[in-house]
T-cell receptor
Framework: TQLLEQSPQFLSIQEGENLTVYCNSS?????LQWYRQEPGEGPVLLVT?????EVKKLKRLTFQFGDARKDSSLHITAAQPGDTGLYLC?????????FGPGTRLSVLP | EAGVAQSPRYKIIEKRQSVAFWCNPI?????LYWYQQILGQGPKLLIQ????????DSQLPKDRFSAERLKGVDSTLKIQPAKLEDSAVYLC???????????FGPGTRLTVT
């Protein structure tokens, strides 16, 4: 059974700071997805990465996939209060989805 | 385009009672998922439907949980009888097909006392 770990578990920063959160898998990812979940809502897909070493950018968010396809990072530049939420990584594993426990980010104004 | 609809949004019941949740997926989406998200954890897949057939229910506690998707459109998830550890948010998601992006509803927050 695949296990996903995310770190840190909690992160509280000031507006304008940079941050990086991490996702590690016990086995090679089939395809890695990052989601953001705001309080009282369901997760929303941010990005899907498939190729080892792949880097994708989405405005102030940079997603990096490890060469061995067992780890990933999400870097946010100049965080804003609107970035507050639970960041989840997930693997599309055998056409099902396995989620990590998430990193809960709070960006203070 | 309307998103995934779920009801109720909140439900409080006592242990050993029964409860049902309803989900209406995005129109045309063949695949429907039910997830359980316990506080502080990521979503855990309970059951996946492709049209009105079950693709995977390996993590569904079948002694107390049941789900159906009649006519391949909306779906209901039932818990009977509920236990304290069933307190969680129950998320429904849908996608055009099994390997394509899934869209989540807002969830139903269940509290079992």
């Amino acid at each position: 059974t695949q296990l996903l770990e995310q770190s840190p578990q909690f992160l509280s920063i000031q507006e304008g700071e940079n941050l990086t959160v991490y996702c590690n898998s016990s086995s090679v990812f089939s395809s890695l997805q990052w989601y953001r979940q705001e309080p009282g809502e369901g997760p929303v897909l941010l990005v899907t990465v498939v190729t080892g070493g792949e880097v994708k950018k989405l405005k102030r968010l940079t997603f990096q996939f490890g060469d061995a396809r067992k780890d990933s990072s999400l870097h946010i530049t100049a965080a804003q209060p609107g970035d507050t939420g639970l960041y989840l990584c997930a693997d599309n594993y055998g056409q099902n989805f396995v989620f990590g426990p998430g990193t809960r980010l709070s960006v203070l104004p | 385009e309307a998103g995934v609809a779920q009801s109720p949004r909140y439900k409080i019941i006592e242990k050993r009672q029964s409860v049902a949740f309803w989900c209406n997926p995005i129109s045309g989406h063949a695949t429907l998922y039910w997830y359980q998200q316990i506080l502080g954890q990521g979503p855990k897949l309970l059951i996946q439907f492709q049209n009105n057939g079950v693709v995977d229910d390996s993590q569904l506690p079948k002694d107390r949980f049941s789900a159906e998707r009649l006519k391949g459109v909306d779906s209901t998830l039932k818990i009977q009888p509920a236990k304290l550890e069933d307190s969680a948010v129950y998320l429904c998601a849908s996608s055009l097909d099994r390997v394509i992006e899934q869209y989540f509803g807002p969830g139903t927050r269940l509290t079992v006392t």
